[in-house]
């Protein structure tokens, strides 16, 4: 990975359909990267969907974004999030 200590940022990312004390602090570059680190080590539940809506709010700034992640390739999928 070519990312300096430097060039990582702290977001607290959880997902959309659970409680706000089951995130959890990542450092990544960007909201998407932090977004897919989450997904990718998180354990799905049985009735998960083909994507999954994560919230990644960063920590320094307090910005927010949502995004789907679809679970087979942990990419994003287009269009936004649902609300919640």
């Known amino acids: ?8 940022r702290r977001f607290r990312v959880r997902a959309l359909h659970d409680d706000i004390h089951h ?8 909201f998407e ?3 897919i680190a989450f997904v990718e080590h998180m354990p799905m539940p049985a009735d998960a969907g083909p994507a999954i809506s994560v919230v990644v709010h960063d920590i ?8 789907r992640i ?3 390739t942990g990419e994003p999928v ?4 649902p609300n919640k």
């Open 23 to 30: 995130g959890r602090v990542v450092s990544e570059p960007s």
């Open 78 to 81: 287009s269009g936004p999030a």
């Open 33 to 35: 990267a932090a977004a």
């Open 70 to 72: 679809d679970i087979g």
């Open 60 to 67: 320094h700034t307090g910005h927010e974004h949502r995004f």
């Open 1 to 8: 990975m070519s990312d300096t200590a430097s060039d990582l």
